[in-house]
C-alpha cells in the first residue's frame, strides 16, 4: 500500500466574478488553495466559451499559486504554447481531443510545463494506460465538461479506483484530479475512489462563509475519507 499522496484543493475559477478575476486569484490564494483552475472551453469541443491566454496572463502577477489549464479545446496542441506563456504550469488535455495523445503529452513537457490528461465520463481508464510514462496529472470528469454547477456523477468512482490501481501500480509520480460537482456531499467519495487532488466551483464561490472555510472543509473531508493526516 501506498502511502496517501497530500490532499490538494483546486479552485476553478470559471465561478469567479469575471470582472474581478485578478482579485479574485488574490483571494483564493489567501483562502489557502493550492493551485487555480482555469476552464479553457472553445465553445467547439464543448459547447461554452472563457478564457484566452491573454485573460490568463493578466491575472499572473495577482496571485503566486500555481495555474493549471484544463483545455476543454479541440486542437490543444496548437494552442498549447500559448497557455504556458500566459503562466500555466500545468496543462491538461482531453484524450478525446488528441488524434496523437502521446505526441502532444511530450510537447507539452518540451515546452516546460507538466501534462495532465482528462477523460470524459464515457472515455475507459485504458485510454491513458500507453501514456503514463508522459503523463503527471490524470483528470477523471465527474461531470460532462462545458459548465459548472453540474451535478456529480457518482458511476464515475469505479473509474477513479481503476485510476488509483494503474497509477499505484505504474510507481509513478502521478496525481489523480476529479472535477465536476465536488462539494462537501461528494468530495470523501472521489476521495475514498483515490482522488487527491479536488477541482471545486461552485462549492468554493457559492459558500456563505466564503472561499477559505469551503476550501478548509473540503480539504479536512477529502484527508479524512484518504486517510491522511491534515498539518496543524
Ligand atoms: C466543467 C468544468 C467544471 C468546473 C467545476 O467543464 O470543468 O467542472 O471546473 O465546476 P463545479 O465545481 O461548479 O462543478
Known amino acids: 500500500m501506498t502511502t496517501p499522496r497530500p490532499v490538494r484543493i483546486v479552485p476553478s475559477t470559471l465561478s469567479a466574478d469575471f470582472s474581478r478575476l485578478g482579485a479574485e486569484c488574490a483571494a483564493l490564494e489567501a483562502a489557502g488553495a493550492d493551485r487555480l483552475q482555469w476552464d ?25 499559486l500555481p495555474f493549471e489549464a484544463h483545455l476543454m479545446v479541440q486542437t490543444p496542441e496548437a494552442l498549447a504554447g500559448r497557455y504556458v506563456e500566459a503562466g500555466c504550469g500545468l496543462l491538461i488535455v ?14 507539452i513537457r518540451a515546452l516546460g510545463a507538466a ?23 490524470v483528470l477523471v470528469m465527474t461531470v460532462n465538461p462545458g459548465f459548472g454547477g453540474q451535478k456529480y456523477i457518482a ?4 473509474k477513479i479506483a481503476e485510476v488509483r490501481r494503474m497509477i499505484d501500480q505504474s510507481g509513478r509520480d502521478i496525481d489523480l484530479e476529479v ?17 487527491d487532488v479536488f477541482v471545486a466551483g461552485s462549492a468554493v464561490f457559492g459558500r456563505p462563509e466564503g472561499p477559505a472555510a469551503a476550501v478548509a472543509e473540503l ?12 498539518c496543524p
Open 94 to 107: 482531453h484524450a478525446e481531443a488528441c488524434v496523437h495523445l502521446h505526441r502532444t503529452l511530450g510537447q
Open 179 to 195: 472535477d465536476g460537482g465536488i462539494g462537501p456531499a461528494t468530495v470523501a467519495g472521489a476521495a475514498a475512489a483515490g482522488a
Open 115 to 137: 501534462a495532465g490528461v482528462a477523460l470524459n465520463p464515457s472515455t475507459p481508464a485504458a485510454a491513458v494506460a500507453e501514456v503514463l510514462d508522459l503523463t503527471d496529472m
Open 155 to 158: 458511476t464515475m468512482e469505479p
Open 219 to 230: 480539504r479536512r473531508l477529502a484527508a479524512a475519507a484518504r486517510g491522511v493526516e491534515l
Open 40 to 64: 479553457v472551453m472553445d465553445g467547439v469541443f464543448v459547447p461554452n466559451l472563457t478564457f484566452g491566454p491573454d485573460v490568463i496572463a493578466a491575472c499572473r502577477s495577482h496571485t503566486s
